[in-house]
């Protein structure tokens, strides 16, 4: 009778030994995964936005501005906002690996249709959204995280 209930009870035993190991195992991974997570953002958050990072912001930002202008017919793209353009070329970004020739092409590519925006400004809505193509050239090949968000930029 004793060994008879022994028996029985073994499976249940060992197949609860064995699912307390593998929750623990997750439990283990689980925190690995958080760790390492956590030492990424603490890793990152010293160097936060690189010189780039910083000036497409503003460049968006100054879009939205320029296509309100636009849009409400009361101006055009400055001369300023191409000169900030041109800061592309020198700025620094988070991944070095960026700085291509190809980088450099679509960045110049980007600077004659600005400067096509603003000697053309009897036609501002479609070189305007030509403008916003040429941002989202390059971000197809280096960032197209903010393609989303680029394209919002667009006259209808
Ligand atoms: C020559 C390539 C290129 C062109 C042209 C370009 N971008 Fe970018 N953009 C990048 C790269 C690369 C980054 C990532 C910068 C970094 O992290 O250093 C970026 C980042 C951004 C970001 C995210 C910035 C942040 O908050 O981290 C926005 C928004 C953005 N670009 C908008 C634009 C707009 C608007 C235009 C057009 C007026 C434009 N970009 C044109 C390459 C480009």
């Known amino acids: 009778m004793t060994?008879?209930?022994?028996n029985r009870y073994i499976p249940t035993i060992i197949f609860g030994i064995f699912f307390f190991i593998i929750s623990c195992a997750d439990i283990t991974t689980e925190q690995v995964i958080n760790e390492e997570v956590t030492t990424e953002v603490v890793d990152n958050h010293p160097n936060k936005d690189s010189e780039l990072a910083l000036l497409m912001r503003k460049m968006y930002n100054d879009a939205d501005s320029i296509k309100q202008l636009i849009v409400n017919d009361e101006g055009n793209i400055s001369k300023e906002y191409i000169e900030a353009l041109e800061r592309i070329h020198t700025a620094t970004p988070t991944d070095a690996d960026v700085?291509?020739?190809?980088?450099?092409?679509?960045?110049?590519?980007?600077?004659?249709e600005a400067n096509t925006l603003f000697s053309n400004p009897e036609n501002k809505k479609e070189g305007f959204n030509n403008l916003v193509n040429k941002c989202v050239e390059c971000h197809q090949s280096f960032c197209p995280g903010p393609i989303k968000k680029i394209n919002k930029l667009r006259i209808n």
């Open 3 to 6: 060994t008879f209930i022994k």
């Open 99 to 112: 700085k291509t020739p190809e980088f450099k092409a679509y960045t110049e590519l980007m600077i004659n």
